[in-house]
């Protein structure tokens, strides 16, 4: 099956702002290396001419470099783009060095990726640019067995691999590696789904290369036991849905704003929804996943789910009639289930 059919974007479609590039909180206390010293982003705005403003206070949040960083409080931000400004200048490095983030852990733990929202009580962890590496590839067959996800900021990178595939005998390519050009052309800037789909488009028994950069790897990051699967970068599992009771979810119109956390059927329905991404497209995205179950969550049945696809920003992935009954199917299983299971 074709990984999908693009459409014609609709003048000023947030097709590519459906997703931004999530956690089981210990509060920080599996920090990486770094002693008490507490440094702050200087973002405070001037308001020389304006009156006291007794709104309600920022959100804070706790943050440190993974391989290791005095702690920085970071705040004023309404998406995932202006999460890694402030920490760029919380720390003094450049946006463009930061690969993706990590809450509750310093580790390379795809389980627990800062993807669509925040806990509020979550401790984030920015993982930056470390070595470059580029490898040669044979196609040997159709599928490489990647799942491919991005951090919202212009970078995709790897996810998951799928066990005794094309990429998973490749000894050099980890989870976590950003996917920076295929066979030269620059990657950077696009989505996963973009870069899925030449991936895909790749002809069986062709050879292409991969320029790969790695996320820098803190001193005790790597101990651990030899046969640890390498399929998501963890043995840990955990779902990326943010841990405290209320969540700083991130809008696809560019808003940011607390919500309730999930309920069990919704949790159920975006990890369904997200594993049919997968499948079909060899993309992980929480964040495209929790849009298509709001579309999904109020319809009665699959033609209405179907023209509110329709009607979205969703519309330009050109998602199949096929695919749009799959993803009808496993929101109205995580229904069922919900209804069915015990109080």
Not at 59 to 64: A, G, M, P
Not at 240 to 256: D, I, M, P, V
Not at 265 to 273: K, M, N, R
Request: aromatic content about 6%; charged content about 25%.
């Amino acid at each position: 099956m074709p990984l999908f059919t693009r459409k014609t974007t609709k003048p000023g479609s947030a097709a590519d702002n459906a997703s931004q590039n999530s956690n089981n909180s210990d509060g920080g206390k599996g920090r990486a290396s770094g002693g008490p010293a507490t440094i702050q982003n200087n973002n405070n705005n001037n308001n020389n001419n304006s009156s006291p403003d007794y709104s309600k206070p920022p959100l804070v949040f706790h943050c440190q470099l993974a391989h290791g960083s005095p702690t920085g409080l970071i705040h004023d931000f309404s998406s995932v783009r202006e999460l890694y400004q402030k920490i760029a200048e919380c720390f003094d490095i450049s946006e463009k060095d930061i690969l993706f983030c990590t809450l509750n852990s310093h580790k390379v733990d795809m389980a627990r990726l800062l993807g669509g929202q925040i806990g509020l009580d979550d401790f984030i962890f920015a993982h930056r640019k470390g070595r470059p590496k580029e490898i040669e590839i044979v196609k040997s067959q159709e599928a490489l067995g990647l799942t491919i996800t991005d951090n919202g900021a212009g970078y995709a990178f790897i996810k998951r691999i799928k066990e005794d595939s094309i990429i998973d005998r490749i000894e050099h390519i980890c989870v976590g590696d950003h996917i920076e050009k295929l066979d030269g052309q620059n990657m950077v800037g696009k989505r996963h789904y973009e870069v899925a789909r030449m991936l895909k488009d790749i002809p069986t028994g062709d050879t292409f290369t991969l320029r790969l950069v790695e996320p820098v790897r803190s001193g005790f990051q790597g101990i651990g036991p030899r046969s640890q699967s390498r399929a998501t970068g963890s043995a840990g599992g955990g779902r990326n849905y943010g841990s405290g009771k209320e969540t700083l979810r991130f809008k696809a119109n560019g808003n940011a704003q607390i919500e309730p956390k999930f309920d069990e059927a919704t949790v159920a329905g975006i990890d369904a929804i997200n594993n049919l991404l997968e499948s079909f497209m060899g993309i992980n995205d929480t964040e495209l996943a929790s849009q298509i179950w709001d579309l999904g969550d109020k319809k009665s049945n699959s033609m209405d789910f179907a023209e509110s696809i329709d009607n979205s920003d969703l519309e330009s992935f050109g998602f199949t009639d096929d695919f749009i009954i799959e993803l009808w199917g496993a929101i109205t299983d995580a229904r069922r289930k919900s209804t069915t299971s015990p109080k």
